[in-house]
């Protein structure tokens, strides 16, 4: 009876083995990898594993791994659950190791539910015999849908039950354990399982900046046109920040889609977003709304992003930031001049 | 280079999602539907890729006989035909859409006696978010299979993929002999509007339709519901630029300056 947390690299797994624990049963992890059992990072993922009360890390390893795609150690893992069956296996919902889960499930044809938020059972209570272990049960999560506009109950029905788990979830806390220990699986790899390979890895720098300034001007349709970034862009200089958009803006070439803020473009939480002529459709909403401020401005005073909104203005964007930005220079102005008056 | 592109009809909603009194699932009385961005990328590589390199798009969807809505507007994006595998109104579960869809694909090859050389999806489908379905059909076919793809390229003399995609803040480059399986995101390109005759085409395109009975699959909805949301009051800093001073006050009072 164990429930695996499946780690890649150096993904941060706290979340996903507090979410593990909330099965209550116990939790080992696992990782597929060219790595051998001394290798630098191992040593640090079992360190870590460790200080998350993690006692076993089983490495299915083979040198042939190391430019392998995310379907090979996916394969190379359903492989092993034919030998080796654990309860359930969970990942965080995104990165590789999610990858890895979804080729896993689909070459051991076992059902896979993403995106959860919860395993208990919030239908009708039948949870509990669930948790059984038999190889027929199900469980209950809960997943989200539309980047957590809504939630489904899902049941999910098999021998081996496989989650990805949401970021930003509720975890249990635990104790650390002294030591993780680590066992090596010789990987299968087999070499006619699929004929693809990472040739090249580089970190990316696109919407990096967007995803962590601590300030994000976003404009819609409402701004006009391309032209009409150009108050926005100034007053991201002023607060040192980034420049948004939402989906229209990318479509209409306004944009480039590396500034799309939204479901299928960058989540953003910063300290403070304003949304220029942006309506707040669900799809856009879900990549704005963990920013602890959000100030909308927007000619028309029903437009959900203003309804859901901490601060609004109702008014012509063009018109609201070409005030604000004067105003925020001329009290820049006084500020510095304050000081020479004082000190006369 | 022969293409398939697989589209799902997703209702289209705007702010907030309806969901019906039994929470059974989205109320779609008064929306309209659509394909979701991802794969409306796909399309726009498809019908891209086609007409670099010569042959052929082929659109399929699996879903009610209404989806040939969706299928139209692949088509008038450029697609060169369309196949609908006709499974009803009930939500699939992942593994039963790909064996729809991979039963769809023998189909198609056997009459064709053309195999296809690139199977592209999206990266998750726009109201169930599942990202299985690409991974599922490559495992069934036993076919290679990348997915979170940002580029395309087609090498002209091996005729190998290389692939471009974003995962976990890195840039990877993969090379794949074709055929191949590719789930793509949207960025990866800008998809066209169907141009008039376009639309006039695709209004008399065949579209090839098949009945199938899915078998039930592991993973099943049990409800749909909202989470609770807090309905704090906006405070209205004022209208026009005379809410200026308002507003730099707040980002005073949020230390942002
Ligand atoms: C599956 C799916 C995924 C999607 N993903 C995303 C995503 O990641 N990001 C995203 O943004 N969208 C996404 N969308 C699109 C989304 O549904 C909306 O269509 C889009 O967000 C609307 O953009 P908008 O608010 O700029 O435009 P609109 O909805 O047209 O709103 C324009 C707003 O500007 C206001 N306005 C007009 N003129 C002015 C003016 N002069 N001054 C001030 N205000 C003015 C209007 O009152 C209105 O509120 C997705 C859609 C789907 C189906
Ligand atoms: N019913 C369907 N018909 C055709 N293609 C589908 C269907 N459902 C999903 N797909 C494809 O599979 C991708 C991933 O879907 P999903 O696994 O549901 O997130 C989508 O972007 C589509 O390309």
Redo the contacts with the bound molecule.
């Keep these: 009876m164990t429930v695996l947390t499946l780690i890649d690299g150096p993904e941060p797994a706290e979340e996903v083995v507090g979410f593990a624990r909330g099965t209550g049963l116990p939790v080992e992890a696992v990782t597929v990898t060219a790595e051998g059992k001394g290798s630098p990072l191992l040593r640090k993922q079992a360190e870590e594993l460790a200080r998350l009360g993690v006692g076993t890390l089983h490495v299915l390893c083979h040198p042939g791994l190391a430019d392998s795609t995310p379907q090979t150690l996916g394969a190379t893992l359903a492989r092993w659950f034919e030998s080796w069956s654990p309860d359930a296996v969970v990942a965080p919902a995104d990165g590789r190791a999610a990858e890895v889960l979804t080729h896993a499930a689909a070459w051991a044809r076992l059902p896979l539910a993403t995106n959860c938020v919860d395993v208990v059972d919030t239908v009708d209570g039948a949870a509990a015999e669930d948790w059984s272990g038999s190889s027929s049960s199900s469980w209950t999560p809960t997943r989200e849908r539309a980047g957590g506009v809504l939630l489904e109950d899902a049941r999910l029905t098999a021998p081996i039950k496989l989650l990805t788990v949401s970021r930003g979830v509720e975890t249990v806390a635990t104790e650390p354990v002294p030591e993780c220990a680590v066992y090596e699986h010789p990987a299968e790899v087999e070499a006619d399982d699929v004929d693809a390979r990472v040739v090249e890895r580089a970190a990316a720098a696109e919407g990096a900046t967007l995803a962590t300034a601590p300030v994000v001007v976003s404009g819609g349709r409402g701004v006009g046109g391309a032209e009409g970034y150009v108050v926005l862009e100034e007053l991201a200089d002023l607060l040192g920040g980034a420049v948004g958009c939402s989906r229209v803006a990318t479509n209409n070439g306004w944009r480039p889609h590396s500034d799309q803020v939204g479901l299928t473009g960058t989540k953003v939480a910063p300290e403070l977003y304003i949304a220029c002529g942006i309506s707040g459709a669900t799809q856009h909403w879900v990549g704005c709304m963990d920013s602890r401020t959000i100030l909308a401005i927007n000619t028309d005073p029903e437009a959900p992003m203003v309804t859901r909104a901490d601060y609004a203005v109702i008014g012509d964007v063009q018109e609201v930031l070409a005030a604000v930005v004067a105003e925020l220079r001329s009290r820049a102005r006084s500020r510095t001049a304050v000081p020479s008056v004082a000190s006369r | 280079m022969n293409v398939l592109v697989?589209?799902?009809r997703v209702p289209a909603f705007g702010a907030k999602v309806p969901v019906t009194a039994d929470g059974s699932g989205i109320d779609t009385r008064h929306l309209g539907f659509t394909i979701?961005p991802?794969?409306e990328c796909?399309v726009e590589e498809a019908v891209g890729l086609v007409s670099a390199h010569g042959g052929r798009a082929t659109v399929?969807?699996?879903?009610p006989a209404e989806a040939e809505e969706q299928v139209r507007y692949a088509l008038a994006m450029g697609a060169d035909r369309g196949a609908l595998v006709e499974t009803g109104t009930t939500e699939?579960d992942?593994q039963a859409?790909a064996e729809a869809?991979v039963g769809a694909v023998e189909r198609l090859v056997a009459d064709d006696e053309e195999r296809f050389d690139l199977l592209l999806?999206?990266?998750?489908?726009a109201d169930?978010?599942?990202?299985?379905?690409?991974p599922r059909v490559a495992a069934e076919l036993g076919l290679p299979m990348v997915g979170s793809v940002k580029g395309v390229d087609v090498d002209a003399s091996s005729k190998d993929l290389s692939l471009r995609r974003d995962v976990a803040g890195d840039v990877e480059v993969c090379r794949v002999p074709m055929p191949a399986v590719v789930?793509v995101k949207e960025g990866l390109n800008l998809p066209r509007y169907p141009s008039m005759p376009g639309r006039l085409r695709a209004r008399k395109a065949p579209v090839w339709s098949i009945g199938a009975e899915p078998a039930r699959g592991g993973l099943a909805t049990a409800g749909l519901r909202q989470p609770e949301e807090n309905d704090e009051e906006t405070v209205v800093l004022g209208h026009g630029a005379d809410a200026a001073p308002a507003v730099v006050n707040v980002f005073e009072r949020l230390g942002v300056m």
């Design positions: 697989c589209v799902k979701g991802h794969e796909a399929l969807t699996v879903g699939l992942p859409t869809i999806f999206g990266v998750a489908s169930a978010e599942h990202g299985q379905v690409g789930a």
